[in-house]
Structures are given as structure tokens and as C-alpha cells.
């Protein structure tokens, strides 16, 4: 079946830009999460959406960073007034239900985010 | 989170078996041991996850000793389809997974 689509692949924008980037999860899978990755790092955990709602932002870095789920389907990360250290790939991973035990959290294949 | 500690990178060659082992001194009771793959350009996929002595999938074996304070991944007769970056992870099965640097094996031909 469908895995998570990310949207756009690659995405190369200006310092102090706006940037959007979609997550498209597996079909019936009610847990969302977004995760940051740099350059020779593991991923980073951004946020977790249950259904609609964001159940933990805790680690989003800053107020520019903005995510939402309206339909608790897709979900679109949003970054205002971009800086050249948001440069990261953007992964979004879903999961049947709040991840627990057991419960394996599918990744997308990422958005590779460029600021110049 | 317990912090865990794994080889940068790890070389082989096809055939061979190859164990990458993780050490996480202070993992705490309810926590949970999970090994993800990352190939280039693509999302960490789960491996295996074990609590304590030995556990086997299609893809992989976890080893844990008694004391828990380390956990091997044993991966047999590696392909060059293994070439990637494998994490170790400790945590309670919780939504929020910590992921360090990983190794990055590579398997010659």
C-alpha cells in the first residue's frame, strides 16, 4: 500500500521567506509526527499530532515554526520569515495510533529544506 | 531519555556478519530497546525492538544481557542493500523517539 508522501521533495528558498511543506500520512493512521534532521544527525522530534489537535509542539525551536492538521489527515508545516539554519531535511512519520510499545511510527522519505 | 552510545561507522563485506553494539548505561526500568535503518535519501525504518534477552525477526537479531546496559543488533550475511545509518534507541515506547547520530555501516562488495 501508499507509504507517507512529502511534498515538496526539495525546496530551495531566500532568507526571510515563507515556506509550506505538506505530509501526506498513511491512510487511517491517526498519529502524526514531524521531526527535524541536519546533516549527519539522527532526527530531531518536532511535533505530534493525535487526530486534528497538536498534542506536543515541545520541540518546535521557535515561534516561526507552525504546524496544523485541519481534517486529521494531511498535515502542513509552515515556516515564517525563514533563517539559513532552518536547512534541514523535514521528515513526517504516522502511526496507527499513539505511539506506544509495539506501535512503529512509518517515515516519509523527507523535504529537503534549503534557506540561501 | 536514556542516552545511548554507538559506533560512528562500521565497514564489512558482503556475506559477513556484521554487530553493532549500543551501549545505554542508564536505561531505566519500563524503557524499551528499538533499532531503526536509514537508507540515503529516504525515512529511518524500524528493524527490531527488544526488552531483554534475545529477540529475532526476518530482518535482523537484537542480543540484551541480563543487566541491560548495553544491547547488540547482529545483522547476518550483510548484501550492499545494508549500506546505511542504524540507531539505537531507548525509551519508555512513547511517541517522542530520541535518536543519536547512528553507525554507518557500509558493506563492500
Known amino acids: 500500500g501508499a507509504g507517507v508522501s512529502q511534498t515538496p521533495s526539495n525546496k530551495v528558498t531566500e532568507k526571510g521567506k515563507y515556506v509550506e511543506l505538506r505530509c501526506d500520512p498513511i491512510s487511517g493512521h491517526t498519529a502524526l509526527y514531524w521531526y527535524r534532521q541536519s546533516l549527519g544527525q539522527g532526527p530531531e522530534f518536532l511535533i505530534y499530532f493525535q487526530g486534528t489537535g497538536a498534542a506536543d509542539d515541545s520541540g518546535l525551536p521557535n515561534d516561526r515554526f507552525f504546524a496544523v492538521r485541519p481534517e486529521g489527515s494531511v498535515s502542513t508545516l509552515k515556516i515564517q520569515r525563514t533563517e539559513r539554519g532552518d536547512s534541514a531535511v523535514y521528515l513526517c512519520?504516522?502511526?496507527?495510533?499513539?505511539?506506544?510499545?509495539?506501535?512503529?511510527?512509518?517515515f516519509g522519505p523527507g523535504t529537503r529544506l534549503l534557506v540561501l | 531519555l536514556a542516552k545511548t552510545t554507538q559506533p560512528i561507522s562500521m565497514d564489512s563485506y558482503e556475506g559477513q556478519e556484521v554487530n553493532i553494539t549500543c551501549s545505554h548505561n542508564n536505561i531505566a526500568t519500563n524503557d524499551y530497546i528499538t533499532w531503526y535503518q536509514q537508507f540515503p535519501s529516504q525515512g529511518p525504518r524500524f528493524i527490531i525492538q527488544?526488552?531483554?534477552t534475545k529477540v529475532t525477526n526476518e530482518v535482523a537479531s537484537l542480543f540484551i544481557p541480563a543487566d541491560r546496559k548495553s544491547s547488540t543488533l547482529s545483522l547476518p550475511r550483510v548484501s550492499l542493500s545494508d549500506t546505511a545509518v542504524y540507531y539505537c534507541?531507548?525509551?519508555?515506547?512513547?511517541?517522542?523517539?530520541?535518536f543519536g547520530a547512528g553507525t554507518t555501516v557500509t558493506v563492500r562488495a
Open positions: 527488544g526488552y531483554k
Open positions: 512519520a504516522s502511526s496507527l495510533s499513539p505511539s506506544g510499545r509495539g506501535e512503529t511510527q512509518y
Open positions: 534507541l531507548v525509551g519508555d515506547g512513547g511517541y517522542k523517539l530520541s
